[in-house]
């Protein structure tokens, strides 16, 4: 059993509900009118036991391409960046991390599992929040805890790009609370200018 293999297993399920195999090999994205949603399905070999893993996530392509302007990163990146990635764990407390896939038993069970998960839940979530106005709430919310706590400047720029472009009222709040949160000691000088010079563009974008 590989990555290859597992992908495979997987694909007639997701193709049902509109879902096709990027050219990469390792995830499914379905496109709508202003981004796509994509759902990453990656076997954890170097373990003991081995996992299944997925994460969901969706991008507005707007969002990504403005952001990418300013972020201090290869900007080659930009075409695939995700604006908002989950497990399902946090989609609900009885959504595990994680599956246990080390017989084919276990990986029969672990998939039957994921299926129940994407009727339930997955898929709801998915076009939800492929509503810009939607996402841009589910940010604001967590507005005091991040989603990316491990890297706060991407959850702030997509937090304040998204209120410009689909929240402007909500807008001032963001910009603020994520100027309160730059910690010089935790972000390069790089990082916090890039993020200032972001805002100034935001302050002066006129939306449409």
């Known amino acids: 059993m590989n990555q290859l293999d597992v ?9 049902v509900h509109g879902f096709g195999l990027n050219s990469s090999g390792f995830m499914f994205k379905k496109e709508f009118d202003v981004g796509r949603q994509v759902v990453f399905v990656h076997l954890v070999e170097n373990t003991d036991p081995c996992f299944l893993e997925y994460k969901l996530g969706i991008r507005i392509d707007e969002v990504e391409q403005m952001i990418h302007q300013y972020l ?13 990635m989950q497990t399902p764990d946090n ?7 994680q599956l246990p896939v ?9 998939i ?29 919310a967590n507005i005091e805890h991040p989603f990316e706590s ?7 720029f997509r937090s304040t790009a998204l209120s410009k472009l689909y929240a402007p ?17 935790e972000m390069t000088p790089i990082t916090i200018a ?15």
Request: proline share 5%.
């Open 7 to 15: 992908i495979n297993l997987h694909e007639e399920f997701f193709k």
């Open 72 to 84: 201090p990163i290869l900007s080659n990146y930009a075409d695939q960046s995700i604006t908002l």
């Open 91 to 97: 989609l609900g407390k009885n959504n595990p991390r």
């Open 102 to 110: 080390n017989s084919s038993s276990e990986l029969s069970e672990a």
């Open 112 to 140: 039957e599992s994921m299926k129940e998960f994407f009727c339930d839940t997955g898929f709801k979530w998915l076009e939800e929040l492929s509503n810009p106005v939607v996402l841009e709430q589910e940010f604001l």
């Open 150 to 156: 491990h890297n706060l400047v991407y959850s702030a």
């Open 169 to 185: 009222d909500d807008y001032p709040l963001l910009r603020q609370a994520f100027l309160a949160k730059i910690d010089p000691e």
């Open 194 to 208: 890039s993020f200032l010079q972001f805002l100034d563009f935001l302050d002066h974008y006129q939306t449409l």
